[in-house]
T-cell receptor, first 113, second 111 residues
């Protein structure tokens, strides 16, 4: 019973590059949520996706950030033209239904140089 | 604006001590409160509390919710070094999936 998987666990990018973060939900889960944790801050909701649909992206910056959850494969959080302020831990969570308990992955720690 | 506040921000204790972590919330249409333990990996689910006054226990950990005073506590008895972690609480509002997290309490247990 694999839990939520995220890769890479650590990612270093230079300013202006693109970052791609992947999340494979728990088996049987079709609801995926992305959160960002800035240093000394709590986890903040970014986006909620079901297979092939973005349900709520109200917590995601309007520019440079996008997310997808294709029919096949993991969910991807993409950050274009990264800036130093994007350095954070990005956590993915999944649930089997939208009001059920969310289970978190180990996170991807992004460092922008 | 919905918010969750945890206290203390950090805590250092010795093995065997008992600790109480606090979580207060102000959210509209509150539904449930959750506790997670975050080590250097995934935040792991501890408890979900929906009803007031009913204690949930798991080994040395227990938690209770007070919906009148809008807070929850997490107790850890006979602490061990393996309890060192950040403890997060999150509130959920009815009909939504957005977890509103506090900043966490950083617990360090010394041998």
């Amino acid at each position: 019973n694999a839990g939520v998987m995220q890769n890479p666990r650590h990612l270093v990018r230079r300013r202006g590059q693109e970052a791609r973060l992947r999340c494979s939900p728990m088996k049987g889960h079709s609801h995926v949520y992305w959160y960002r944790q800035l240093p000394e801050e709590g986890l903040k909701f970014m986006v909620y996706l079901q297979k092939e649909n973005i349900i709520d992206e109200s917590g995601m910056p309007k520019e440079r950030f996008s997310a997808e959850f294709p029919k096949e494969g993991p969910s991807i959080l993409r950050i274009q033209q990264v800036v130093r302020g994007d350095s954070a831990a990005y956590f993915c969570a999944s649930s089997w239904d939208f009001l059920e308990t969310q289970y978190f992955g180990p996170g991807t720690r992004l460092l922008v140089l | 604006e919905d918010k969750v506040v945890q206290s203390p921000l950090s805590l250092v204790v010795h093995e065997g001590d008992t600790v109480t972590l606090n979580c207060s919330y102000e959210v509209t249409n509150f539904r449930s409160l959750l506790w997670y333990k975050q080590e250097k990996k995934a935040p792991t689910f501890l408890f979900m509390l929906t009803s007031s006054g009913i204690e949930k226990k798991s080994g040395r950990l227990s938690s209770i919710l007070d919906k009148k005073e809008l807070f929850s506590i997490l107790n850890i008895t006979a602490t061990q070094t393996g309890d060192s972690a950040i403890y997060l609480c999150a509130a959920i509002t009815s009909g939504t999936y957005k977890y509103i997290f506090g900043t966490g309490t950083r617990l360090k247990v010394l041998a």
